[in-house]
């Protein structure tokens, strides 16, 4: 099987600075499917990163190979249509919830599978929403979710989401990482997965990688990561993020 993705040299610098870097030098080959997940600190690119994957953003350095071929040479729509973002914040096209989804399988040229978005709404518990209702008085949550129906229907070979249950309650929560695991195992689909909720990525990553100090400082088993953090800034970070999410605990190792 030929590699997912490989990742070369890549760099962002800051807005308008010629000479600062929000990262730089970041190498990483994705060898075979996996749920990878992308942690650390707020403002460390983690987003930026994955919206120079989905082809939303050009770096400033280095490139990016799916398919061993560099992302310059690809059209950009058939890219995003296999390399596909997720945002956390949801924008819904003008319309119905009928003509969000069926857009975006027009745009793509993909026929409109009913079947199977029909399928995803039930799973991720959207199957009271109209699809006649106009999108945009659709919660913030049922957005959200249904801007991962709209992807999933052009089956991507890689999804990149941004924190895309942060806006979930509990069960829809639940229920859409469940369908993220089970599309990986089913189709072999790569994700990338933004997140800050360290019990989402130990539970459903099988790979975490570590962003601090403008690199991607680990690239590691996500046992290994949880276990063992590797660096300081990883130690730190996992000791801050667990105080917040149990501040009544007096020391927490790790998970
Ligand atoms: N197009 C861009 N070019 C350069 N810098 C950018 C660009 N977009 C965002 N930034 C800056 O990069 C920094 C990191 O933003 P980004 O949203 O990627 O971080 P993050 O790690 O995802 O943060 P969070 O966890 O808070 O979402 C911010 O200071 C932001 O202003």
Redesign the pocket.
Known sequence: MSTVMEIESLG????ASADSW?FRDLNATISEPAIIGIL??????????L?ILGRL?APDHGTVRMEQKAMEQWPSALWRMKMSYVA?QATMLPGTVEDNLRTASMLHQRPFDQQLARALFEQLHLEQVEWTKPAQQLSGGEKQRVALVRTLLLRPAVLLL??VTASLDTRSKLATEQLLVDLHKQTGTTILW?T?DLEEAKNNCERIWF?ADHQLQADMPSHAFFQAPPTEQARDFLQTSLAQAHPDAKEVHHI
């Not at 962002?12 to 807005?15: I, M």
């Not at 650390?40 to 990163?49: D, F, P, V």
């Open positions: 962002k610098k800051v807005f929000l650390g600190k707020s403002g460390q690119g983690k987003s930026t990163l919206r953003l956390q941004d924190e933004v800050h962003m």
